[in-house]
């Protein structure tokens, strides 16, 4: 797994979200953004997380932050999963993986004594000019807010 760094420029990516709309990382240059990506939509600890930027979202989007969730379910999926708690920020349904391998977070993981390849939940902080300034591989599901903002 080669997960982008603080520093790095953030990957040129198109994809859909959760209608199909397209969204563009040009789309964000002059802006903030957080990128978080998550396992699986509709599961506990990636609900937890995504509820928790949601609960946040007026704090964040009042210091400048436009925020992303990115996974590799379907815009069906994705869809549904915003709808049933009416997340204020778009999804992107990346089932080609195209933005979750740019991004450098799909990899070996351990669940449970079992080894698979999956999506690592790791949330990338970029800054104005499309620089990563703050990558997060630690993320409490919780308070993901908070880590954003310290």
Same mark, same amino acid.
């Given at each position: 797994?080669?997960? $982008?760094? @603080?520093?790095?420029?953030?990957?040129?990516?198109?994809?859909?979200?959760?209608?199909?709309?397209?969204?563009?990382?040009? &789309?964000?240059?002059?802006?903030?953004?957080?990128?978080?990506?998550?396992?699986?939509?509709?599961?506990?600890?990636?609900? @937890?997380?995504?509820?928790? $930027?949601?609960?946040?979202?007026? $704090?964040?989007?009042?210091?400048?932050?436009?925020?992303?969730?990115?996974?590799? &379910?379907?815009?069906?999926?994705?869809?549904?999963?915003?709808?049933?708690?009416?997340?204020?920020?778009? $999804?992107?349904?990346? @089932?080609?993986?195209? @933005?979750?391998?740019?991004?450098?977070?799909?990899?070996?993981?351990?669940?449970?004594?079992?080894?698979?390849?999956?999506?690592?939940?790791?949330?990338?902080? /970029?800054?104005?000019?499309?620089? /990563?300034?703050?990558?997060?591989?630690?993320?409490?599901?919780?308070?993901?807010?908070?880590?954003?903002?310290?």
């Amino acid at each position: 797994m080669n997960t $982008l760094k @603080v520093g790095d420029k953030a990957p040129n990516f198109t994809a859909l979200d959760e209608n199909g709309n397209p969204i563009a990382m040009q &789309d964000f240059i002059g802006k903030k953004l957080i990128v978080f990506f998550y396992p699986k939509a509709n599961t506990p600890t990636c609900t @937890v997380e995504s509820c928790n $930027l949601s609960d946040n979202y007026k $704090l964040l989007t009042d210091k400048g932050y436009e925020v992303i969730g990115v996974s590799a &379910d379907s815009q069906k999926a994705q869809a549904n999963f915003k709808k049933k708690y009416k997340f204020p920020y778009p $999804l992107i349904a990346d @089932v080609d993986k195209e @933005v979750i391998n740019a991004f450098g977070v799909w990899g070996s993981k351990k669940f449970m004594g079992r080894t698979f390849d999956g999506i690592h939940r790791i949330t990338f902080v /970029i800054d104005e000019k499309g620089i /990563i300034t703050k990558v997060i591989d630690d993320v409490k599901a919780k308070s993901h807010a908070s880590q954003i903002l310290e």
